[in-house]
């Protein structure tokens, strides 16, 4: 018995040694976990900031940066190799390093972009996170100034609906969506997502927002236009501004002035003439035209744009949309869209607007000479029995002193994606 009294203590001993090393690898987990933690934190907040460092990139509002660009305003110009750069976000435990690398492609028609994110982790080792992607020297208007509208035909968005229904419009449902042309106003055109056209208009007494809108909220809005209209066409676009000598059509550069309401006025333009079997009829080899007088529909349609109410200022552009309501029983419209709102002429004090205009699918033999008979979707001088909304009718507004530009035509091979061309439309 004498001989066994220490064991206890031997055994108390051996369990607390035991017990020791269970300690020291728990501790060393937990040292783990957190910095394991910790650094899942630091790469999620570094793979932010390199994600907006190439936002900021991809989002360049002009091509190349002028004397009159706001220096708040990116440019493609602007995409080249900086950095590092010192960045600390908000709640954060490190100071991130924010790189570019950009290499031009030999003819700069796009930039090959890496972003460098690093840092230095809990246990003072470096870490990093890199972003690649590259960047195409297309202006960003592309779309919006000289993008072609096919003609209305069986063509849908990703969201199923018609192309011609503004990006902004909201789907209700499968059949409408609701657009508010006019903010200020809550006015809201319904349209048809089949069609494209506008079916119907009301206003929004109670104030509510288009993005919480459902289609309960404009039950009252359906088929209810003016008159004996049962439908009424988008006609919508954008107005830039270029005050250079030449003009610049490409990246226009200058601010918007204030402008008087969208018009419809009357016009000639010219059709096909076709014959008994309805096939154009060409006199040697050339089409023969019909010439037809264009009369502004009744009532005039409601325009709507968010022009500057005084000068000078920093907006680069107007948007404007029209509701035009055709013929209730031909169920088309005619006439000539014009600004007004500004000093019209040739004297370097006066403004000259020309229309974003081409032969963009190919066809040239179906317009005159003179370029003023193109297909409705080519934005012509006159618009001609248009049986569809129209989007991407486009101005571009110079000095009365200059004369509307023209660029080269679409040439894939020479890096040409898109036709700048203009033609002049007033005065």
Not at 145 to 168: K, W
Not at 260 to 280: E, F, I, K, T
Request: glycine share 8%; charged share 15%; hydrophobic share 40%.
């Amino acid at each position: 018995m004498r001989r066994q009294r220490g064991v206890t203590l031997i055994e108390a001993l051996v369990a607390l040694l035991v017990m020791s090393f269970g300690m020291l690898a728990l501790v060393g987990l937990m040292s783990n976990l957190r910095r394991g933690a910790d650094l899942a934190k630091q790469r999620s907040e570094a793979m932010r900031i390199a994600r907006a460092e190439l936002t900021t990139m991809r989002t360049f509002s002009q091509r190349t940066r002028t004397g009159v660009t706001p220096a708040t305003v990116t440019t493609y110009s602007d995409i080249v190799s900086q950095g590092p750069v010192a960045r600390t976000p908000p709640d954060s435990n490190t100071t991130y390093n924010v790189q570019r690398f950009v290499t031009p492609l030999p003819d700069d028609s796009a930039r090959q972009i890496r972003v460098t994110v690093s840092w230095t982790d809990r246990a003072n080792e470096t870490q990093f996170v890199n972003l690649d992607t590259v960047v195409a020297a297309v202006d960003p208007f592309f779309n919006v100034v000289v993008g072609f509208t096919p003609p209305a035909g069986p063509v849908t968005q990703p969201s199923n609906r018609h192309p011609a229904i503004p990006t902004g419009a909201k789907k209700l449902n499968d059949q409408i969506s609701a657009f508010y042309p006019d903010r200020a106003s809550n006015l809201i055109w319904i349209f048809n997502n089949l069609t494209g056209v506008i079916t119907g208009k009301c206003t929004n007494a109670a104030g509510i927002l288009q993005s919480v809108l459902v289609a309960a909220d404009v039950d009252s809005c359906k088929n209810n236009l003016v008159g004996n209209n049962t439908v009424g066409y988008l006609l919508s676009g954008v107005i830039r501004f270029s005050y250079t000598d030449p003009p610049n059509p490409t990246s226009p550069g200058g601010t918007a002035i204030p402008l008087g309401p969208m018009a419809l006025v009357a016009g000639n333009y010219s059709l096909p003439h076709l014959d008994g079997q309805g096939a154009p009829v060409f006199s040697g080899g050339n089409l023969v035209l019909d010439s037809f007088a264009a009369t502004p529909p009744t009532p005039p349609p409601d325009c709507f744009h968010d022009a500057p109410s005084a000068a000078p200022s920093a907006q680069p552009f107007v948007t404007y949309n029209c509701i035009v309501y055709p013929d209730p029983v031909t169920k088309v419209w005619s006439g000539k869209l014009i600004l007004t709102g500004l000093s019209v002429g040739t004297t370097a004090a006066d403004y000259r607007v020309c229309r974003y205009s081409a032969d963009y699918n190919g066809n040239g033999s179906m317009f005159s000479a003179d370029f003023k008979r193109l297909e409705n979707e080519e934005h012509p001088e006159v618009y001609g029995r248009v049986s569809t909304s129209l989007t991407r009718q486009n101005f571009l507004v110079i000095r009365g002193d200059t004369s509307c530009p023209t660029a080269p035509a679409i040439d894939f091979s020479a890096s040409v994606f898109a036709d700048y061309s203009t033609l002049q439309l007033q005065p």
